[in-house]
């Protein structure tokens, strides 16, 4: 097949520049006023979200998460200028403004006593899912079009609305990311796994910080989850992002009345839930005062059994958060997370033989029961996650703040953790003159014993917005310290194999009392993760307004790593890395608060162990991997803000990539296999496009749409590999898709009453990919619907995923069968 041609990053970015420079020689200076201020509470915390206009006007603005709001293109008069936000007493004042001027208008809202959640009022042209700013995804509060970084973000409307109880759900409608991996329940590496840009990523980072987990995340706590594109080192550091980019999941604050809401939902599978939003302030504080303290609890119980005939999964997600304002420059957060989940682990197949000595080379030819499970009850799992969170934020000035944020986090895993191969019958019958063929599977186990991975972070951010002469900077200086401490124990091996498509053959022989009596019997292969490490970091960033229109950024983070030695499979030597990344961005609206043209250059790098062992079994010292890209593209907020759009162009390069190259046992009973073996000779390049789409055209509906193409290959590996110029097999599907469109009725007796469609597309994906090793897992696309009535007091909702019930796979190298049709239905009470 043709492959398609995609323009080299050269051609993009002389594109963008030269559509920069000759949209710049156009536009003139418009000799007219601004009008510019900030919005708080009497308590001095900032009003995101308030609209400010003009009266008889068109202009307006939206404040920041900072309260900051700017309005352009003023001509000379005396206006009246008003500030409205549902929950708040809305303020007018007149307001004279002079030629080629810059006039500061101040707010201070004070909540409404009205009892507005009585009334659900959604404006004409509202674009619900739209969340067109962000303070975290380059640590200041910033616009999407004034931001050079590409991101897409998810936010809890349409959560709700999609009736979605987990990160891995929720992940389904960011644009470029697939699911990979499901969580494992694993200390240390148990998060679900996903691929962006040709790269895996986790989600390990919650509110800015470290914040992760060994198993499924629940949503109950999640008020927007922020999926971040691109190498982003430079901002949030090596160890907890990816070269794809890093997920960070915004957490639910409390806020200042009493409210919440309690649901329960139940369908297929057995699924039960339970959850509850309660949200506490203190009683003593006058209604019309921002409350001094609020307390806010999420918290959910649910169960569901495995699609399959065996397996379950059982999760408690407890997540209490408290505000308390001492002043009105001072807020001090404290927040927690806690995890604990039981499970019998998801079917996963990996390779033991071949490709070719299998017989087969697609997912859908394998000779295995889709629905079938070839393990037995007793094989389970016990996960726990504690993070605990604090933040004091001090306002300083008007124009300066202060954030110190602290997290500790605690991960635990304990039990079995089966897993299968996929043999050839040469391999299983230890017979190398059989043909090729697969009629057997080996089963296998690898469990954790008592395993640990503690956490600990501290950073402290300034952040400033300041005029120097007519320039405008907003920046942030940040010092950073990051500890990780891993004391994970894996033990296992291979425990039988059994015959495929035996009628009435009993695979449930394959159980917790008899792979503990194997055990007994046959000491298992021990892998022990025991590193310790420290991150010490300085990192400085400023976007400087060179004209209204025109802005760059330049950010360049000092990184010191420092590994304590230990064990990882053998012993590690402590050793140091000192490493320097940039970023650079450049943003230019030709029409202002509108449109947008941006380039970048983002950087980030992966400390490594000191050394590895290689497929000889010989030790070897690594260095540090790099990669760097160079992105260009155009982001739009046009139709008054009912259409919100990014379309971008990307190029990423990694060197020193160190590869996992295991050597598999000569035979099943065999212990001579290298599972832990690496090469770092790896060079890859990934390169692509993205878009997405967020959009409100007609009154009541609403689109949620992306798409992406990712061209990634081996430029540089071993030349006995057989990968230089293929695909790597952890790149996921080179084309993915998104969509929903929902529909909900504005007004008349069936208001609130809504319907919901979409779903997602992934092309081919080549889990092994070699000149002489290729394993594909077909394309597909997967079907989802809701329907809702959303009223003040409740909320009826019912969903189906998967409605056309299609077999389809994932993998990480892997084969991973996934759900087929489900049906969940949910009644919420709001108080």
Do not use: C
Not at 62 to 78: L, S
Not at 315 to 344: C, G, K
């Amino acid at each position: 097949m043709r492959q398609p041609v995609v323009p080299s990053s050269r051609q993009i970015l002389f594109a963008v520049f030269t559509l920069l420079l000759s949209l710049s020689a156009l536009t003139t200076q418009a000799q007219n006023a601004i009008l510019q201020g900030r919005v708080t509470t009497p308590a001095g915390q900032p009003v995101a979200g308030a609209g400010v206009g003009l009266k008889g006007t068109v202009l307006g603005a939206n404040t920041d998460a900072e309260g900051n709001f700017q309005i352009t293109a003023v001509a000379a008069g005396t206006y009246t200028l008003h500030v409205r936000l549902v929950g708040f007493q809305a303020q007018e004042r007149r307001v004279k403004v002079t030629a080629d001027e810059t006039s500061i208008q101040n707010f201070v809202l004070t909540e409404s006593t009205e009892q507005l959640s009585e009334v659900v009022v959604e404006g004409k042209g509202a674009n619900r899912f739209a969340r067109k700013e962000s303070e975290f995804v380059n640590k200041m509060p910033l616009s999407n079009l004034e931001n050079p970084q590409v991101y897409a973000t998810v936010g809890k409307e349409l959560l709700t609305e999609q009736l979605v109880f987990t990160v891995d759900d929720a992940i389904r409608n960011a644009p470029g990311v697939q699911r990979m991996w499901d969580a494992t329940g694993r200390a240390g590496d148990g998060g679900g796994f996903y691929g962006s840009r040709g790269f895996i990523l986790q989600s390990r980072l919650r509110n800015g910080i470290v914040g992760g987990v060994s198993s499924d995340i629940d949503a109950v706590n999640l008020e927007k989850l922020e999926v971040i594109k691109g190498p982003s080192a430079t901002l949030f550091g090596s160890a907890l992002t990816s070269y794809g980019g890093l997920i960070n999941r915004v957490t639910k604050k409390p806020y200042d009345k009493f409210g919440g809401e309690v649901s329960v939902s139940g369908g297929s599978y057995g699924f039960h839930r339970i959850s509850a939003d309660v949200n506490l302030v203190d009683p003593n504080t006058p209604s019309d005062q921002p409350k001094t303290l609020a307390f806010r609890l999420n918290t959910a119980y649910q169960y569901e059994d495995n699609f399959q005939d065996k397996g379950f999964g059982r999760n408690l997600a407890v997540a209490p958060s408290l505000t308390y304002r001492p002043s009105d420059r001072l807020t001090i957060n404290l927040d927690a997370e806690l995890f604990q989940s039981q499970n019998m682990g998801r079917q996963i197949f990996f390779f033991y033989s071949p490709v070719a000595a299998l017989g087969v080379s697609r997912a859908e030819d394998l000779p295995l029961e889709y629905r079938n499970s070839y393990a037995g009850n007793g094989l389970t799992q016990s996960s726990r996650s504690a993070n605990v969170f604090g933040q004091v934020n001090y306002r300083i000035s008007d124009r300066f703040t202060s954030s110190t944020n602290l997290s500790v986090g605690h991960s635990f895993s304990d039990g079995f953790g089966p897993y299968f191969y996929l043999a050839s019958d040469a391999d299983v019958l230890q017979d190398k003159t059989l043909p090729a063929g697969m009629h057997y599977l080996i089963r296998a186990d690898q469990s954790t014993r008592n395993s640990t991975l503690s956490t600990y972070q501290v950073q402290q951010l300034f952040n400033g917005d300041f005029q120097l002469g007519n320039l405008r900077n907003r920046v942030v200086l940040g010092l950073d310290f990051l500890r990780l401490n891993s004391d994970i124990t894996f033990f296992g091996g291979i425990v039988d194999y059994v015959p495929l498509n035996v009628p009435g053959y009993d695979y449930s022989t394959f159980n917790g009392p008899a792979v503990t009596a194997f055990y007994a019997k046959n000491a298992p292969g021990t892998y022990i993760n025991n590193i310790k490490s420290n991150t010490y970091s300085a990192f400085a960033s400023d976007v400087l307004n060179l004209t209204e229109q025109l802005s760059v950024l330049a950010a360049l983070r000092l990184d010191r790593f420092e590994n304590k030695g230990g064990i990882l499979y053998g012993p590690v030597e402590p050793f140091t890395q000192t490493t320097l990344s940039p970023k650079f961005g450049v943003v230019f609206q030709p029409v202002l608060n509108r449109v947008s043209v941006f380039a970048n250059y983002q950087n980030s790098f992966n400390n490594q162990a000191s050394a590895y062992v290689d497929t000889n079994r010989q030790p070897r010292t690594a260095v540090a991997e790099r990669a760097n890209q160079v992105e260009g593209g155009v982001k739009l907020d046009a139709a008054d803000g009912k259409i919100s759009a990014t379309l971008s162009y990307y190029n990423i390069e990694v060197k020193n990539l160190l590869r996992n190259t295991p050597v598999n046992p000569t035979s099943p009973t065999a212990n001579d296999g290298i599972p832990n073996a690496q090469s770092q000779d790896g060079t890859q390049r990934s390169k692509g496009v993205e878009a997405n789409l967020i959009a409100n055209p007609v009154t009541g509906l609403n689109v949620v749409a992306g798409f992406s193409y990712n061209d990634s290959k081996w430029t540089q590996a071993a030349v006995a590999d057989g990968i230089i110029g293929f695909r790597p097999n952890t790149a996921s599907s080179p084309y993915n898709a998104n969509l929903w469109l929902s529909y909900r009725l504005p007004q008349g007796l069936l208001q609130g009453l809504g319907l919901g469609f979409g779903g997602n597309y992934a092309s081919e994906n080549k889990v092994q990919n070699s000149a002489t090793n290729v394993f594909t897992l077909p394309e597909y696309t997967i079907l989802n619907a809701s329907a809702f009535y959303d009223q003040p007091r409740f909320r009826i909702s019912a969903k189906v995923d998967n409605l056309t019930d299609k077999k389809y796979w994932v993998g990480y190298t892997t084969v991973n069968p996934q759900k087929l049709r489900s049906i969940v239905g949910s009644l919420a009470f709001k108080f």
